[in-house]
C-alpha cells in the first residue's frame, strides 16, 4: 500500500456532466481509507496559480445530480511547458500531495501523462461528451449529452414534419463524429455527416432529393462538429441549389455540455472515482480508469490518449440502413 496521505482531485478541459458525481466518489472513497482531498480550482491552471480547496465527506454532499463542475474547468495552453509542469509539482508538494486524479479528456489525460512522467503518481478518470479517449466504451458524460441531442434533434423532427423542411443538425464531438452518429441513430436521422468520412456536397443534396422522391416529409442530417463539409458550408451549398425541402441550420452547441447527468453517468461516474483512488493507493498509476464489458479497466495513460475511433463500418452500414 502507498503512503499517500492526501491527495488532490482536479477537472480539466471541456466539462462534462457527471465530473460533480466523480469528484465525490473520489473524496469519499479516499475518506474511507483515511486519506484527505485537496481540489484544485479550474484545472491545470489552478494548479500553478495554488488555488487550492480542501474538500471532505460534507463538502460534496448535494453535488452528485448537478450538471458542470463544482471546481471550474480551464483549458491552460501554459501546461505544455515543462517548466509550467515543475511549477505544478511544487505547488502539489507545498501542499503535502501524495498523488493527483485528473478528471478530463484526451488533452487532460496528456496533461496528466506528463506529469506522471515527471515522477508524481497520477490516476486519470475517462470524462467527455465526445468519448474520444481510447481503450474504454463509456467516458463520463457522454451518454447525457447523446440523451440531450436526441431530446433537440426528436424536437426538430416533429417541426421538421409539419413544414417540410430539411435539418442540418450540428452536434458537438470535436475531431470525433461517435456523438453525432449515436444521435443519428437514436433519432432516426436521415443522414450523418462525420469526420470519419468525408463527403462530396452533392452527396448530401442527393439523399436530400431521393429522400423526399421516397415520400419523407422531413429530413434530419446531422452533422458532427469536425465534419467535412462543415454543417455551414452545407448550409450555404444546399440554398444555393433546387431543394424539395425549406433548408434550416441549428447548431446545439454548449447545450450538450450542461445539465443533470443521466443515471448512466451518475453510476459511471460513482464507480471510476472509487477506482481511481484504489488505483492510485495500490501504486498502480500512470493509468486512466474507464469502462469496458461491464467492468471497471486500467488503461494505460498512453494507451487511452493514443487516435483511436469508435465510428466502426457497422455502425455506419446500420445508420445508413435504417435512413431509408
Ligand atoms: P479535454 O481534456 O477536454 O480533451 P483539452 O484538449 O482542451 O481538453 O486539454 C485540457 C488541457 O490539458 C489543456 O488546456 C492543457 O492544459 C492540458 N494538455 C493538453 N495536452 C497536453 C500535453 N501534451 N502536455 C501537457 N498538458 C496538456
Not at 466518489?25 to 500553478?48: I, K, M, P, S
Not at 463539409?229 to 447545450?255: E, K, M, W
Not at 455540455?257 to 453510476?267: H, I, K, T, Y
Request: aromatic fraction near 4%.
Amino acid at each position: 500500500m502507498s503512503e499517500i496521505q492526501r491527495l488532490a482531485v482536479l477537472t480539466s478541459g471541456g466539462d462534462a456532466p457527471g465530473m460533480n458525481a466523480a469528484i465525490r466518489a473520489v473524496v469519499r472513497a479516499a475518506a474511507a481509507c483515511q486519506v484527505e482531498t485537496v481540489g484544485v480550482r479550474d484545472g491545470f491552471a489552478g494548479l500553478l496559480a495554488g488555488r487550492f480547496q480542501p474538500l471532505d465527506d460534507r463538502s460534496v454532499g448535494g453535488i452528485l445530480h448537478r450538471g458542470g463542475t463544482i471546481l471550474g474547468s480551464t483549458r491552460c495552453p501554459d501546461f505544455h511547458t515543462f517548466e509550467a509542469r515543475e511549477r505544478a509539482l511544487i505547488a502539489l508538494g507545498e501542499q503535502d500531495v501524495g498523488g493527483l486524479v485528473v478528471i478530463g479528456g484526451d488533452g487532460s489525460q496528456r496533461g496528466a501523462l506528463a506529469l506522471h512522467q515527471m515522477g508524481l503518481p497520477v490516476v486519470g478518470i475517462a470524462s467527455t461528451i465526445d468519448n474520444d479517449l481510447a481503450e474504454t466504451e463509456a467516458t463520463i458524460g457522454f451518454d447525457t449529452a447523446l440523451n440531450t441531442a436526441m431530446s433537440a434533434i426528436d424536437r426538430l423532427k416533429d417541426t421538421a414534419t409539419s413544414h417540410h423542411r430539411a435539418f442540418l443538425v450540428e452536434v458537438m464531438g470535436r475531431n470525433s463524429g461517435y456523438l453525432a452518429l449515436l444521435a443519428a441513430l437514436a433519432t432516426g436521422a436521415e443522414f450523418a455527416v462525420l469526420p470519419e468520412r468525408e463527403m462530396p456536397l452533392e452527396a448530401v443534396a442527393d439523399d436530400i432529393q431521393a429522400s423526399y422522391a421516397r415520400g419523407k416529409a422531413h429530413y434530419i442530417a446531422v452533422v458532427a462538429e469536425g465534419a467535412k463539409p462543415s454543417a455551414n458550408t452545407l448550409a450555404a451549398y444546399l440554398r444555393q441549389h433546387p431543394c424539395a425541402f425549406d433548408i434550416r441550420l441549428t447548431v446545439l452547441g454548449h447545450v450538450q455540455r450542461g445539465g443533470s447527468p443521466s443515471a448512466n453517468d451518475r453510476l459511471l461516474a460513482s464507480r471510476l472515482g472509487a477506482a481511481a483512488v484504489s488505483a492510485l493507493l495500490a501504486e498502480r498509476e500512470g493509468v486512466v480508469v474507464g469502462w469496458r464489458a461491464g467492468a471497471v479497466v486500467e488503461i494505460g495513460m498512453d494507451a487511452a490518449v493514443a487516435p483511436c475511433n469508435k465510428v466502426t463500418p457497422e455502425l455506419l452500414e446500420l445508420a445508413d440502413m435504417l435512413a431509408r
